[in-house]
Protein backbone atom coordinates (compact mmCIF):
# COMPACT_ATOMS: atom_id res chain seq x y z
CA UNK A 1 0.00 0.00 0.00
CA UNK A 2 1.37 3.28 -1.47
CA UNK A 3 0.02 6.28 -0.33
CA UNK A 4 0.90 10.25 -1.83
CA UNK A 5 0.90 12.89 0.62
CA UNK A 6 -0.54 16.40 1.01
CA UNK A 7 1.97 19.11 -0.01
CA UNK A 8 1.40 20.40 3.52
CA UNK A 9 2.60 17.34 4.80
CA UNK A 10 6.22 16.90 3.26
CA UNK A 11 8.92 15.74 5.78
CA UNK A 12 12.21 16.76 5.23
CA UNK A 13 13.71 13.58 6.91
CA UNK A 14 12.85 9.81 6.49
CA UNK A 15 11.12 8.53 9.42
CA UNK A 16 10.18 4.82 10.50
CA UNK A 17 8.23 3.60 13.20
CA UNK A 18 6.65 0.67 14.68
CA UNK A 19 3.13 1.08 15.25
CA UNK A 20 -0.08 -0.52 16.63
CA UNK A 21 -3.14 -0.12 14.17
CA UNK A 22 -6.56 0.81 14.89
CA UNK A 23 -9.67 -1.72 14.60
CA UNK A 24 -11.87 -0.49 11.35
CA UNK A 25 -14.36 1.46 13.60
CA UNK A 26 -11.94 3.54 14.95
CA UNK A 27 -10.31 3.88 12.16
CA UNK A 28 -13.15 5.09 10.62
CA UNK A 29 -13.76 7.27 13.53
CA UNK A 30 -10.02 9.04 13.20
CA UNK A 31 -10.44 9.81 9.81
CA UNK A 32 -13.60 11.28 9.80
CA UNK A 33 -11.90 13.74 12.93
CA UNK A 34 -9.38 14.37 10.18
CA UNK A 35 -11.86 15.37 7.60
CA UNK A 36 -13.60 17.67 10.16
CA UNK A 37 -10.32 19.46 11.14
CA UNK A 38 -9.50 19.85 7.60
CA UNK A 39 -13.08 20.93 6.25
CA UNK A 40 -13.62 23.22 8.76
CA UNK A 41 -10.09 24.53 10.43
CA UNK A 42 -7.71 24.02 7.53
CA UNK A 43 -5.67 21.59 8.81
CA UNK A 44 -4.44 18.50 6.44
CA UNK A 45 -1.04 18.24 8.02
CA UNK A 46 -1.69 14.68 9.45
CA UNK A 47 -2.42 13.17 5.96
CA UNK A 48 1.47 12.61 5.76
CA UNK A 49 0.48 9.67 7.90
CA UNK A 50 -2.68 8.23 6.80
CA UNK A 51 -3.07 5.33 8.81
CA UNK A 52 -4.47 6.26 12.48
CA UNK A 53 -2.27 4.25 14.51
CA UNK A 54 -0.30 5.10 17.66
CA UNK A 55 3.55 3.85 17.86
CA UNK A 56 5.79 1.99 19.88
CA UNK A 57 8.82 3.79 18.59
CA UNK A 58 9.71 5.78 16.05
CA UNK A 59 13.63 6.30 14.34
CA UNK A 60 15.40 7.19 11.35
CA UNK A 61 15.59 3.79 10.24
CA UNK A 62 15.82 0.18 11.12
CA UNK A 63 17.35 -2.87 9.99
CA UNK A 64 13.95 -3.88 8.08
CA UNK A 65 15.04 -7.47 7.72
CA UNK A 66 15.77 -8.33 11.18
CA UNK A 67 12.81 -6.14 12.37
CA UNK A 68 10.86 -8.53 10.66
CA UNK A 69 12.25 -11.76 11.34
CA UNK A 70 11.46 -10.69 15.09
CA UNK A 71 8.40 -9.29 14.90
CA UNK A 72 7.01 -12.76 13.21
CA UNK A 73 8.67 -13.78 16.49
CA UNK A 74 7.68 -11.50 18.97
CA UNK A 75 3.80 -10.92 17.84
CA UNK A 76 3.14 -14.45 17.92
CA UNK A 77 3.39 -14.75 22.06
CA UNK A 78 1.38 -11.36 22.41
CA UNK A 79 -2.32 -11.71 22.70
CA UNK A 80 -4.46 -9.00 21.29
CA UNK A 81 -5.32 -6.16 24.13
CA UNK A 82 -7.31 -3.26 24.17
CA UNK A 83 -6.77 0.51 25.03
CA UNK A 84 -8.99 2.91 26.44
CA UNK A 85 -9.27 6.80 25.60
CA UNK A 86 -9.77 9.81 27.35
CA UNK A 87 -10.20 13.29 25.61
CA UNK A 88 -7.99 14.91 23.61
CA UNK A 89 -4.59 16.46 24.24
CA UNK A 90 -1.73 19.22 22.94
CA UNK A 91 1.42 18.59 23.15
CA UNK A 92 1.99 22.45 23.38
CA UNK A 93 4.99 24.31 22.64
CA UNK A 94 6.38 25.89 19.73
CA UNK A 95 4.87 23.01 17.20
CA UNK A 96 1.93 22.20 18.68
CA UNK A 97 0.55 18.33 18.23
CA UNK A 98 -3.39 17.52 19.04
CA UNK A 99 -4.07 13.77 19.74
CA UNK A 100 -6.82 11.84 21.60
CA UNK A 101 -4.92 10.07 24.65
CA UNK A 102 -4.62 6.77 25.19
CA UNK A 103 -4.87 5.70 29.72
CA UNK A 104 -1.71 3.37 29.74
CA UNK A 105 -2.86 0.58 31.27
CA UNK A 106 -0.22 -2.36 32.82
CA UNK A 107 -0.87 -4.29 30.08
CA UNK A 108 -0.36 -1.82 27.52
CA UNK A 109 2.88 -0.54 29.54
CA UNK A 110 4.09 -4.45 29.43
CA UNK A 111 3.79 -5.11 25.69
CA UNK A 112 5.60 -1.79 24.87
CA UNK A 113 8.29 -2.82 27.16
CA UNK A 114 8.41 -6.00 25.85
CA UNK A 115 8.49 -4.83 22.18
CA UNK A 116 11.14 -2.11 23.21
CA UNK A 117 13.34 -4.69 24.67
CA UNK A 118 13.11 -6.67 21.08
CA UNK A 119 13.08 -4.58 18.17
CA UNK A 120 13.95 -1.15 19.53
CA UNK A 121 18.11 -1.87 19.26
CA UNK A 122 17.10 -2.54 15.72
CA UNK A 123 16.93 1.05 15.12
CA UNK A 124 19.02 4.06 14.22
CA UNK A 125 18.58 7.68 15.89
CA UNK A 126 15.63 6.22 18.28
CA UNK A 127 13.16 9.33 19.50
CA UNK A 128 13.84 9.51 22.94
CA UNK A 129 10.11 10.25 23.97
CA UNK A 130 9.15 6.86 23.21
CA UNK A 131 11.37 5.30 25.26
CA UNK A 132 9.27 3.11 28.53
CA UNK A 133 9.14 6.11 31.18
CA UNK A 134 9.14 8.43 28.49
CA UNK A 135 6.41 6.80 26.19
CA UNK A 136 2.72 8.81 26.01
CA UNK A 137 1.03 6.28 24.38
CA UNK A 138 -1.69 9.03 21.55
CA UNK A 139 -3.68 8.53 18.27
CA UNK A 140 -2.57 11.88 16.07
CA UNK A 141 -5.07 14.11 14.95
CA UNK A 142 -3.32 17.03 13.52
CA UNK A 143 0.18 17.84 13.75
CA UNK A 144 3.02 20.33 11.48
CA UNK A 145 0.23 23.21 10.84
CA UNK A 146 -1.28 23.61 14.50
CA UNK A 147 -0.98 27.27 15.28
CA UNK A 148 -2.44 29.63 17.68
CA UNK A 149 -4.82 31.01 15.07
CA UNK A 150 -6.61 27.79 14.59
CA UNK A 151 -6.32 25.72 17.87
CA UNK A 152 -9.62 27.50 18.59
CA UNK A 153 -11.14 26.04 15.72
CA UNK A 154 -9.88 22.84 16.77
CA UNK A 155 -10.58 22.78 20.11
CA UNK A 156 -14.62 24.11 19.65
CA UNK A 157 -14.74 21.21 17.20
CA UNK A 158 -13.67 18.51 19.58
CA UNK A 159 -14.86 19.62 22.60
CA UNK A 160 -18.37 17.70 22.39
CA UNK A 161 -16.76 14.97 20.75
CA UNK A 162 -17.02 11.72 22.55
CA UNK A 163 -13.52 9.93 22.93
CA UNK A 164 -14.57 7.67 25.57
CA UNK A 165 -13.34 4.87 23.26
CA UNK A 166 -12.11 1.10 23.70
CA UNK A 167 -10.41 0.24 20.93
CA UNK A 168 -8.94 -3.74 20.18
CA UNK A 169 -5.88 -3.72 19.00
CA UNK A 170 -5.09 -7.28 16.88
CA UNK A 171 -2.43 -5.56 14.77
CA UNK A 172 0.67 -4.03 14.93
CA UNK A 173 2.74 -2.36 11.66
CA UNK A 174 5.87 -1.02 10.65
CA UNK A 175 5.26 2.16 8.66
CA UNK A 176 7.89 4.54 6.90
CA UNK A 177 7.39 8.12 5.47
CA UNK A 178 10.12 10.00 3.00
CA UNK A 179 9.32 13.03 0.93
CA UNK A 180 5.98 12.55 -0.25
CA UNK A 181 5.32 9.02 0.43
CA UNK A 182 3.93 6.78 3.04
CA UNK A 183 4.10 3.17 3.21
CA UNK A 184 3.11 0.12 5.24
CA UNK A 185 6.18 -1.91 5.28
CA UNK A 186 4.93 -5.47 6.91
CA UNK A 187 1.70 -5.89 9.39
CA UNK A 188 2.33 -8.78 12.20
CA UNK A 189 -0.96 -10.22 13.87
CA UNK A 190 -1.24 -10.87 17.72
CA UNK A 191 -1.93 -14.10 17.56
CA UNK A 192 -0.89 -14.98 21.70
CA UNK B 1 -7.03 25.53 54.70
CA UNK B 2 -10.71 26.63 52.78
CA UNK B 3 -11.88 27.47 49.37
CA UNK B 4 -15.34 28.83 48.36
CA UNK B 5 -16.82 27.76 45.43
CA UNK B 6 -17.34 31.05 43.37
CA UNK B 7 -20.66 29.37 41.14
CA UNK B 8 -23.76 28.75 43.49
CA UNK B 9 -24.76 26.49 41.33
CA UNK B 10 -21.99 23.95 41.94
CA UNK B 11 -22.87 24.92 45.81
CA UNK B 12 -24.37 21.54 46.86
CA UNK B 13 -21.73 19.64 45.70
CA UNK B 14 -20.10 16.61 47.86
CA UNK B 15 -16.94 15.09 47.17
CA UNK B 16 -13.84 14.19 48.77
CA UNK B 17 -11.19 12.98 47.12
CA UNK B 18 -7.38 11.30 47.69
CA UNK B 19 -4.91 13.52 45.98
CA UNK B 20 -1.08 14.19 45.82
CA UNK B 21 -0.19 17.94 46.51
CA UNK B 22 2.32 19.83 44.29
CA UNK B 23 5.09 21.11 45.51
CA UNK B 24 5.38 24.95 46.43
CA UNK B 25 6.87 25.77 43.47
CA UNK B 26 4.82 24.53 41.12
CA UNK B 27 1.39 24.97 42.79
CA UNK B 28 2.51 28.99 42.33
CA UNK B 29 2.61 28.12 38.23
CA UNK B 30 -0.49 26.12 38.34
CA UNK B 31 -2.25 29.27 40.39
CA UNK B 32 -0.25 31.28 37.49
CA UNK B 33 -2.78 29.64 34.95
CA UNK B 34 -5.52 29.73 36.84
CA UNK B 35 -5.08 33.12 37.64
CA UNK B 36 -4.92 33.75 33.48
CA UNK B 37 -7.37 31.93 32.63
CA UNK B 38 -9.96 33.58 34.78
CA UNK B 39 -8.49 36.98 33.86
CA UNK B 40 -8.77 36.33 29.88
CA UNK B 41 -11.24 33.57 29.83
CA UNK B 42 -13.61 34.16 32.58
CA UNK B 43 -12.78 30.97 33.95
CA UNK B 44 -12.82 30.62 38.00
CA UNK B 45 -14.76 27.45 39.14
CA UNK B 46 -11.49 25.63 39.49
CA UNK B 47 -11.44 27.30 42.81
CA UNK B 48 -13.95 24.88 44.44
CA UNK B 49 -10.96 23.15 45.45
CA UNK B 50 -7.87 25.93 45.83
CA UNK B 51 -5.18 23.47 45.97
CA UNK B 52 -3.55 22.04 42.74
CA UNK B 53 -3.07 18.61 42.67
CA UNK B 54 -4.13 15.58 41.04
CA UNK B 55 -6.63 12.90 42.59
CA UNK B 56 -5.84 9.29 42.91
CA UNK B 57 -9.66 8.61 43.57
CA UNK B 58 -12.43 10.25 45.17
CA UNK B 59 -15.76 9.41 46.16
CA UNK B 60 -18.68 10.83 47.56
CA UNK B 61 -17.60 10.01 51.08
CA UNK B 62 -15.15 8.10 52.95
CA UNK B 63 -14.84 6.63 56.39
CA UNK B 64 -12.14 9.45 56.93
CA UNK B 65 -11.09 7.96 60.65
CA UNK B 66 -10.17 4.60 58.93
CA UNK B 67 -8.72 6.63 55.88
CA UNK B 68 -6.52 8.41 58.39
CA UNK B 69 -5.16 5.46 60.02
CA UNK B 70 -4.24 3.69 56.54
CA UNK B 71 -2.59 6.56 54.69
CA UNK B 72 -0.55 7.37 57.98
CA UNK B 73 0.86 4.06 57.56
CA UNK B 74 1.20 3.62 53.79
CA UNK B 75 3.20 7.09 53.68
CA UNK B 76 5.62 5.55 55.91
CA UNK B 77 6.60 2.89 53.25
CA UNK B 78 5.70 5.30 49.52
CA UNK B 79 8.91 7.25 48.93
CA UNK B 80 8.76 11.13 47.51
CA UNK B 81 8.31 10.55 43.43
CA UNK B 82 8.40 12.80 40.15
CA UNK B 83 5.28 13.03 38.04
CA UNK B 84 6.16 14.77 34.09
CA UNK B 85 3.27 16.53 32.44
CA UNK B 86 3.03 16.34 29.14
CA UNK B 87 0.98 19.48 27.56
CA UNK B 88 -2.70 20.61 27.74
CA UNK B 89 -6.08 17.84 27.84
CA UNK B 90 -9.65 18.08 27.75
CA UNK B 91 -11.89 15.53 28.80
CA UNK B 92 -14.73 16.33 26.18
CA UNK B 93 -18.56 16.13 26.62
CA UNK B 94 -21.02 18.20 28.17
CA UNK B 95 -19.15 19.22 31.28
CA UNK B 96 -15.98 19.36 29.37
CA UNK B 97 -12.43 19.63 31.95
CA UNK B 98 -8.96 21.11 30.80
CA UNK B 99 -6.44 20.05 32.70
CA UNK B 100 -2.62 19.17 32.12
CA UNK B 101 -2.34 15.07 31.34
CA UNK B 102 0.19 13.27 33.54
CA UNK B 103 2.51 10.90 32.09
CA UNK B 104 1.29 7.49 33.21
CA UNK B 105 5.09 5.61 33.93
CA UNK B 106 5.54 2.48 35.80
CA UNK B 107 6.31 3.98 39.53
CA UNK B 108 3.11 6.03 39.45
CA UNK B 109 0.80 2.96 38.42
CA UNK B 110 2.05 0.79 40.85
CA UNK B 111 1.94 3.77 43.68
CA UNK B 112 -1.92 4.54 42.46
CA UNK B 113 -2.66 0.57 42.58
CA UNK B 114 -1.39 0.26 45.73
CA UNK B 115 -3.33 3.18 47.18
CA UNK B 116 -6.53 2.14 45.07
CA UNK B 117 -6.34 -1.68 46.83
CA UNK B 118 -5.63 -0.31 50.73
CA UNK B 119 -7.47 2.52 50.13
CA UNK B 120 -10.33 3.15 47.99
CA UNK B 121 -12.36 0.24 49.84
CA UNK B 122 -13.18 3.04 52.27
CA UNK B 123 -15.12 5.37 49.72
CA UNK B 124 -18.78 5.24 49.27
CA UNK B 125 -20.13 5.64 45.68
CA UNK B 126 -16.53 5.71 43.79
CA UNK B 127 -15.65 7.62 40.84
CA UNK B 128 -15.21 4.85 37.85
CA UNK B 129 -12.82 6.91 36.40
CA UNK B 130 -10.17 6.48 39.03
CA UNK B 131 -10.21 2.85 38.81
CA UNK B 132 -6.72 0.97 37.86
CA UNK B 133 -6.94 0.87 33.86
CA UNK B 134 -9.16 3.78 33.77
CA UNK B 135 -7.48 6.23 35.19
CA UNK B 136 -6.12 9.09 33.37
CA UNK B 137 -3.67 11.03 35.52
CA UNK B 138 -3.99 15.11 35.56
CA UNK B 139 -4.02 18.46 37.06
CA UNK B 140 -7.20 20.00 36.72
CA UNK B 141 -7.05 23.64 35.19
CA UNK B 142 -10.63 24.75 34.72
CA UNK B 143 -13.67 22.94 35.34
CA UNK B 144 -17.17 23.18 35.94
CA UNK B 145 -17.22 26.32 33.27
CA UNK B 146 -16.14 25.30 30.72
CA UNK B 147 -18.06 26.15 27.50
CA UNK B 148 -17.91 26.19 23.42
CA UNK B 149 -17.65 29.88 23.82
CA UNK B 150 -14.65 30.01 26.15
CA UNK B 151 -12.61 26.84 25.12
CA UNK B 152 -11.37 28.41 21.88
CA UNK B 153 -9.68 31.08 24.70
CA UNK B 154 -8.49 28.58 26.50
CA UNK B 155 -6.72 26.80 24.03
CA UNK B 156 -5.28 30.06 22.29
CA UNK B 157 -4.10 31.57 25.44
CA UNK B 158 -1.92 28.14 26.38
CA UNK B 159 -0.87 26.49 23.01
CA UNK B 160 2.68 28.10 22.69
CA UNK B 161 3.48 27.67 26.94
CA UNK B 162 6.11 24.53 27.85
CA UNK B 163 3.92 22.69 30.01
CA UNK B 164 6.34 19.62 30.29
CA UNK B 165 6.87 19.82 34.15
CA UNK B 166 8.75 17.71 36.59
CA UNK B 167 7.12 17.51 39.21
CA UNK B 168 7.95 16.39 42.93
CA UNK B 169 5.29 15.05 44.71
CA UNK B 170 5.95 14.54 48.45
CA UNK B 171 2.74 14.32 49.89
CA UNK B 172 -0.60 13.09 50.21
CA UNK B 173 -3.60 14.60 51.05
CA UNK B 174 -7.58 14.29 52.04
CA UNK B 175 -9.82 16.68 50.35
CA UNK B 176 -12.98 17.39 51.27
CA UNK B 177 -15.80 19.51 49.75
CA UNK B 178 -18.95 20.22 50.90
CA UNK B 179 -21.73 22.64 50.38
CA UNK B 180 -19.45 23.91 48.16
CA UNK B 181 -16.44 24.59 50.73
CA UNK B 182 -13.18 23.31 50.51
CA UNK B 183 -11.22 21.55 53.09
CA UNK B 184 -7.95 19.63 53.65
CA UNK B 185 -8.84 16.76 56.28
CA UNK B 186 -4.96 15.77 56.28
CA UNK B 187 -1.92 16.05 55.01
CA UNK B 188 0.44 12.81 54.71
CA UNK B 189 3.93 13.25 53.68
CA UNK B 190 5.85 10.55 52.04
CA UNK B 191 8.52 9.07 54.32
CA UNK B 192 9.72 6.22 52.51
Keep these: MSLNFSKTGKYEHKVQALVALLDEDHTAKVIDIWGILQQDCGLNGISATPFPHFSFHIAESYDLAELDIRLRDVCAAIPPFSVRTAGFSIFTGPEPTVYVSIAPSQTLLDVHQHLWQQTAPLGQQLNRYYRPGSWMPHITLSNKDVTGDNIGCVSSQLVYHDFNWEIPIRRVAVIWQEDDVADIEGIYDLQG | ?192
Excluded at chain 2, 77 to 84: H, V
Aim: charge should be negative; charged fraction near 20%.
Design chain 2, 1 to 192: MTGQLPNTGWADLQVQALVALLDEQYTTRVKDIWSLLFVECGLNAVNIAPYPHFSFHGAERYDLQEMDARLTELTRTIPPFTIRTTGLGMFTGKNPVVFMPIRLDKTLLDIHQTLWARTSSLGLRLNEHYRPGMWVPHITLAIHDVTPENIDCVARKLIDRNLTWEIPILKVAMVCIEDGVADIEGVYPLQG
